[in-house]
């Protein structure tokens, strides 16, 4: 088989696929909607017309049929909701004509006839100066379109709400009671413009200041060594001077003891041989000496010039009790 004659058997297996998956649903819903019609006749045989309506509009919604219509419209008519039921009587009349079923078309023309008398009317007029862009009115759920404009049409017996509304309009309700066999008017006035939001004030500019000399930037004055260091090492420098005059004393105290205990043994400056030891001695504790010393003096000098220069600032004040000498240490 060529695949032009296989492509409408793939399409006819489709939809029979599709009606034999959907008909259990089909069926589901019809059952639902005879259950519910059945009730609906039972609580309307009991007057308890308000609970019977809901039923037969569910039953209705679930599988429309023109014997469901007709009963959800008598239904609405024992309510006193006359316009309602003769919108429902008129397409119960158009059903059962499709459905050559003339008993459903006497029974429907009948009521449709005996309700027409009834109707309560409302017309909507909307003048020029009223029509504003995107005007919308509303009566309840229902939006009343431009062409509904100035139109007699049925509305339910009882207290109505229009209300009317536009972008940059404030809205507007109007609430009427119709009343069988009468026609209600309702002019709508033009609606007021929502007022204009207030503008916004500018920030103020920040304020304006004359130029001033330049200002000259502060450089921070120099950080002083701190004086307590300094101190520590002007005592620690000084304190090695003096260990070092005190060795070059020792030594110098030595070198001479040491030249005197020669001075036996080199009658003549002819030295034997323990004469020459000690003055070798004698030598060399000398220049122990005089490093000792030399290295002493530059140590308490430089002690003493450290501590002169941590010495504290000094304040002197001159007051009525008398002057007076400050420090800190």
């Known amino acids: 088989m060529t695949a032009s004659y296989r492509r409408p058997w793939r399409l006819l297996a489709g939809l029979a696929l599709s009606s034999l998956l959907a008909a259990p649903h089909a069926r589901a819903d019809?059952?639902?909607?005879?259950?519910?019609f059945e009730r609906g006749k039972e609580l309307m045989q009991q007057g308890r017309i308000?609970?019977?309506?809901?039923?037969f509009e569910e039953s209705y919604r679930l599988d429309p049929g023109g014997g469901v219509l007709i009963n959800l419209a008598l239904c609405h008519e024992r309510q006193g909701r006359i316009a309602t039921a003769w919108a429902e009587f008129k397409e119960a009349l158009a059903l059962a004509i499709k459905a050559d079923r003339a008993d459903r078309q006497a029974f429907a023309r009948e009521h449709m006839e005996a309700l027409e008398q009834q109707l309560p009317?409302?017309?909507?007029?909307?003048?020029?100066?009223?029509?504003?862009?995107?005007?919308?009115?509303?009566?309840?759920?229902?939006?009343?379109?431009?062409?509904?404009?100035?139109?007699a049409l049925p509305v339910d017996p009882g207290p109505h709400t229009l209300e009317v509304t536009a972008p940059g309009?404030?809205?507007?309700?109007?609430?009427?009671?119709?009343?069988?066999?009468?026609?209600?008017?309702?002019t709508i006035e033009p609606l007021a413009p929502l007022p204009a939001a207030p503008p916004s004030a500018a920030p103020a500019p920040p304020p304006t200041t004359?130029?001033?000399?330049?200002?000259?930037?502060?450089?921070?004055?120099?950080?002083?060594?701190?004086?307590?260091?300094?101190?520590?090492?002007?005592?620690?420098?000084?304190?090695?001077?003096?260990?070092?005059?005190?060795?070059g004393g020792v030594f110098g105290v030595r070198a001479v003891l040491k030249r005197q205990d020669s001075d036996p043994d080199c009658p003549a400056g002819a030295c034997n041989d323990r004469g020459w030891a000690s003055y070798e001695q004698a030598r060399s504790s000398a220049r122990v000496a005089n490093v000792g010393l030399a290295l002493g003096a530059l140590g308490v000098g430089a002690g003493a010039w450290l501590l002169w220069t941590a010495r504290p600032s000094t304040v002197v004040g001159l007051s009525p009790a008398g002057f007076s000498v400050h420090g800190r240490w």
Do not use: I, M, N
């Not at 019809?30 to 519910?36: D, Y």
């Not at 509303?138 to 009343?144: C, D, H, P, T, Y």
């Not at 004086?227 to 000084?238: I, K, M």
């Open 121 to 151: 009317r409302l017309r909507v007029e909307v003048p020029g100066v009223a029509r504003v862009a995107g005007l919308t009115l509303r009566r309840g759920e229902a939006r009343l379109g431009e062409g509904a404009w100035g139109e």
């Open 210 to 247: 004359a130029p001033g000399p330049p200002v000259e930037p502060v450089r921070p004055a120099p950080t002083p060594p701190d004086r307590s260091t300094r101190r520590t090492a002007g005592y620690l420098v000084g304190g090695a001077g003096l260990l070092g005059l005190w060795v």
């Open 50 to 55: 308000d609970e019977a309506c809901p039923k």
């Open 30 to 36: 019809s059952a639902a909607a005879e259950a519910l």
């Open 169 to 186: 309009h404030q809205p507007r309700t109007y609430t009427f009671q119709a009343r069988p066999g009468e026609l209600t008017t309702v």
